[in-house]
């Protein structure tokens, strides 16, 4: 699937996901991302979702996010209830969804200036 949108604010904006990658701006990754507004860093190296641990919730808590979008591939794959319970326990919202779909919410979130972060597998 190819994604387009106006570049011109200084946002990072997801451009294109298919399977195996992500393009952040111009910048093509295929392996796990956080990203923000303003952040792109590669994440901890992880199978899948249900592998992360309430440590893998830091770098994620770090960013200020009011919103946590976890895009874990080409199916929704919840994480384990440790991880969950840090975002629950700072009053962050956490949605879970495969990564097309958090790559459009991402878009759409970033556009309304939302403090919003994405973990995301390609």
Not at 88 to 94: R, T
């Amino acid at each position: 699937m190819r994604l387009t949108q106006d570049s011109s604010s200084g946002l990072n904006l997801i451009r294109a996901h298919q399977a195996g990658e992500l393009k952040v701006n111009d910048t093509l990754f295929r392996s796990p991302i956080i990203v923000s507004s303003s952040t792109v860093q590669l994440s901890p190296t992880i199978e899948e979702a249900d592998a992360l641990t309430a440590a893998h919730a830091e770098p994620l808590l770090a960013l200020d996010p009011e919103l946590v979008l976890l895009g874990t591939g080409a199916r929704q794959i919840f994480p384990p209830r440790m991880f969950r319970a840090r975002f629950l326990a700072k009053g962050i919202g956490l949605e879970v969804m495969n990564t097309g779909a958090a790559c459009r919410t991402f878009n759409v979130l970033i556009a309304e200036r939302r403090r919003v972060v994405a973990l995301l597998w390609p």
